[in-house]
């Protein structure tokens, strides 16, 4: 069984920094794009940034500049550093990668959640 398990998370004042990390543990063939997504209260889930295996980064318009996404393959982890932190940033951030986990197809896997709260 594959499991994503998230850390970093946290109370920061606005201008402030998190990093984030999430390591993919358990039976792993391979794994394709790896990323960030946020869910703020009575909002959508949205993508932050995400990383292709080969290192291509993509990143929404609100977090450019300020976030910073990066993997390792060797250890199946992936990070976001997160600088200049904004109120509306707060979210609840969730890891998310696609994983082959049994040889054959690749599929989608989440974690949990880890709450960042952003103070004015």
């Known amino acids: 069984q594959v499991q994503l398990v998230e850390s970093g998370g946290g109370l920061v004042q606005a201008g402030g920094s998190l990093t984030l990390s999430c390591e993919a543990a358990?039976?792993?063939?391979?794994?394709?794009?790896m990323g960030w997504y946020r869910q703020a209260p009575g909002k959508q889930r949205e993508m932050v940034a995400d990383i292709t295996s080969g290192g291509s980064t993509n990143y929404a318009d609100s977090v450019k500049g300020r976030f910073s996404i990066s993997r390792d393959n060797a250890k199946n982890t992936v990070s976001l550093q997160m600088n200049s932190l904004k109120p509306e940033d707060t979210a609840v951030y969730y890891c998310?990668?696609?994983?082959?986990?049994?040889?054959?197809?690749?599929?989608?896997?989440w974690g949990s959640g880890t709450q960042v709260t952003v103070s004015s």
């Open positions: 998310n990668a696609v994983i082959n986990f049994d040889g054959a197809a690749y599929i989608d896997f």
């Open positions: 358990g039976t792993i063939f391979g794994i394709n794009d």
